[in-house]
């Protein structure tokens, strides 16, 4: 499937050590606990793969939330999570697959997305063909480019700002991700003086062209 963004998925690349961690963590209940006293021996492993997990895809995103556009940087795990796009309780065959991972901010991950599988069409069959975007009713983090559905604007001076998206007309993924991951609630406006800063959702003028494919 057409990766959306870079640094490529298939430039990412783990040690010898760390593949064979991983292979060793996926025989276990949990292959994410690296923490677990039968992972001791690899946990080296797995934290080192693990953290450049993350940061590919946190290069990928420009830092920010993949779902709705949070800048993160700088946040550490405080503020970002390693996202199982397909969770990983789930499909645990996919624990460490960087196709099914990426970055998210706690909020979209924790609580609105967590180990749901609405998104998702077909969750039986899903396995064998996660890497189709078609697949998932909401913009996929690595498959489909985000702005080609939603664009989030923002602006901030002080303790005054503005958060506002705007999603592609009549597009059916930017509608679910907008309203899946309850992205209204983020839209904020705390001075008169902006308006007309974004585009209007009632105006397909501005989206046109507005749309690139990949960064």
């Not at 080192?48 to 550490?76: F, I, N, P, W």
């Not at 679910?176 to 309850?182: I, L, N, R, V």
Request: glycine share 6%; aromatic share 10%; net charge negative.
């Amino acid at each position: 499937m057409p990766d959306a963004y870079l640094p490529a998925l298939a430039d990412f690349e783990l040690s010898d050590d760390e593949i064979s961690a991983i292979e060793t963590a996926l025989q276990h209940a949990d292959p994410w606990a690296h923490d677990d006293a039968a992972l001791a021996a690899v946990r080296t492993h797995l934290q080192s793969a693990k953290q450049k997990l993350v940061d590919h895809h946190m290069a990928r995103h420009h830092e920010t939330c993949c779902y709705c556009r949070t800048l993160m940087g700088g946040g550490g795990r405080f503020v970002r999570d390693r996202e199982h796009i397909l969770p990983k309780g789930r499909y645990r065959a996919l624990s460490y697959r960087s196709s099914n991972l990426s970055a998210s901010c706690k909020r979209c991950n924790m609580e609105y997305k967590g180990e749901k599988i609405d998104f998702v069409v077909d969750p039986n069959t899903i396995l064998d063909d996660h890497e189709n975007p078609d697949r998932y009713l909401i913009v996929h983090p690595n498959f489909d480019r985000y702005e080609s559905h939603i664009r989030r604007r923002s602006v901030q001076d002080g303790m005054n700002y503005i958060v506002s998206y705007m999603l592609k007309p009549g597009d059916a993924k930017a509608q679910y991700t907008f309203e899946f991951f309850g992205l209204a609630a983020l839209e904020k406006e705390s001075f008169d003086e902006a308006q007309g800063l974004f585009w209007s959702s009632e105006s397909e003028d501005n989206v046109e062209g507005e749309f690139p494919d990949r960064i």
